[in-house]
Structure formats: structure tokens, C-alpha cells
T-cell receptor, first 110, second 114 residues
Framework: QKEVEQNSGPLSVPEGAIASLNCTYSDRGSQSFFWYRQYSGKSPELIMSIYSNGDKEDGRFTAQLNKASQYVSLLIRDSQPSDSATYLCAVTGGYQKVTFGTGTKLQVIP | DVKVTQSSRYLVKRTGEKVFLECVQDMDHENMFWYRQDPGLGLRLIYFSYDVKMKEKGDIPEGYSVSREKKERFSLILESASTNQTSMYLC?????????????FGEGSWLTVV
């Protein structure tokens, strides 16, 4: 079992719709969770971080964390073509070890 | 803003050559990392460092070494490049060992070994 799992996609949504990206992790001791966006040929850039159970909103983005289910998600409201990218889930466990998922490719169709 | 600079963006090297990838960060971060990213495999940690002259192996250290002589600089060394080391290499840094510190990435170095 991979430590951090994501569906590779592509996930296709129409412009203006809500995109839902999901991530599961295996280490119950994980404490910090991050979503990065990576455009093709570019390096990852941080979108959001979340540390406690529940929702965290930032503009069109909402991160959701459920530690009991070992599940973290990212919702993108009013999806735009510029949101088309690969989204990486990252999880930090003990000793600052950060593990990345392989990413979900999102395509927003105009 | 945090800036992580990778000096070489695109390199083509021959099998057996020694390759140096340089990385500099300007925010006095304690932690520095080297990842490689390959299609379908995601980001894999090669080496990381929590302090000057300290280094720790990541998940795939074989065929690589690192050097951190100064806090701001972390170098990745391929002692004898092989074709299976063709990849995009990403340097990153974070503030310290506290949990929840964001990792900031450089722009990446595309290495092709022929």
C-alpha cells in the first residue's frame, strides 16, 4: 500500500463546476497536510495547508481533513481553465518526513 | 518571498560523467531537500539535510550524494551518471523541524543522460 494515494485522473470538469480531489494516507501519526498545484513543466506550488479535522477555506479552495478516515480532500469551486494542472497531496509525519502522492491531473473544460 | 534557485535548468550529460546540481535558498531555512520526479512515480526523496554538514538518506539515495557546506547551499552529486537518472530534479527548503512547515520548491533541473 502506498503511503499517500491519489487517483491519477484525469479528472475532467466543466468550467464553473466544483472539482473534488481526494487523497488517502496510511500513517495514522500524520499531522500536517498540504495541497500543491503543479503546471506542466513547472515546479509544485503550495495551495493550502491543513492541520486539524474539518474544513479550511481560502478563496475558491476548500481543504477537508478527516483523520479518523485518513482522508484529505481539496474542493475547487467555480473551476477555471487556469486551474487545469496536476494536484499533489503531501503528508508530513514524524521527524518532518514529507510524503507526496503521485498527483491527480485536473482538466477544466471551457 | 522564499526563493529557491537551481542554477542549472537543462542539462545533457554523458553516461559516466560526474554531475553537480546546485541549489541555493535565500530565507535562512534549516531544512533542504532533493527530490526527483518521474511520470507515474511522483516525487521521490533522494536526500535531505537539517543543518550544515548534516545529511540524511531519503527513499532513493543510491547513485547520489549530497553536500551542504553552507546553510544556504545544498548540492546534489551524481558520481557516475547513468541513463536511469534522466529525470527532473527538484530542490526544496523549509524553515525548520517544526511540524507543518511548508516546503518551497525551486524551478527544477531537467537532466538527460545519454
Amino acid at each position: 500500500q502506498k503511503e499517500v494515494e491519489q487517483n491519477s485522473g484525469p479528472l475532467s470538469v466543466p468550467e464553473g463546476a466544483i472539482a473534488s480531489l481526494n487523497c488517502t494516507y496510511s500513517d495514522r501519526g500524520s499531522q500536517s497536510f498540504f495541497w500543491y498545484r503543479q503546471y506542466s513543466g513547472k515546479s509544485p506550488e503550495l495551495i493550502m495547508s491543513i492541520y486539524s479535522n474539518g474544513d479550511k477555506e481560502d478563496g475558491r479552495f476548500t481543504a477537508q481533513l478527516n483523520k479518523a478516515s485518513q482522508y484529505v480532500s481539496l474542493l475547487i469551486r467555480d473551476s477555471q481553465p487556469s486551474d487545469s494542472a496536476t494536484y499533489l497531496c503531501a503528508v508530513t509525519g514524524g521527524y518532518q518526513k514529507v510524503t507526496f502522492g503521485t498527483g491527480t491531473k485536473l482538466q477544466v473544460i471551457p | 518571498d522564499v526563493k529557491v534557485t537551481q542554477s542549472s535548468r537543462y542539462l545533457v550529460k554523458r553516461t559516466g560523467e560526474k554531475v553537480f546540481l546546485e541549489c541555493v535558498q535565500d530565507m535562512d531555512h534549516e531544512n533542504m531537500f532533493w527530490y526527483r520526479q518521474d511520470p507515474g512515480l511522483g516525487l521521490r526523496l533522494i536526500y535531505f539535510s537539517y543543518d550544515v554538514k548534516m545529511k540524511e538518506k531519503g527513499d532513493i539515495p543510491e547513485g547520489y550524494s549530497v553536500s551542504r557546506e553552507k546553510k544556504e547551499r545544498f548540492s546534489l552529486i551524481l558520481e557516475s551518471a547513468s541513463t536511469n537518472q534522466t529525470s527532473m530534479y527538484l530542490c526544496a527548503s523549509s524553515l525548520d523541524r517544526g511540524l507543518g512547515n511548508t516546503i518551497y520548491f525551486g524551478e527544477g533541473s531537467w537532466l538527460t543522460v545519454v
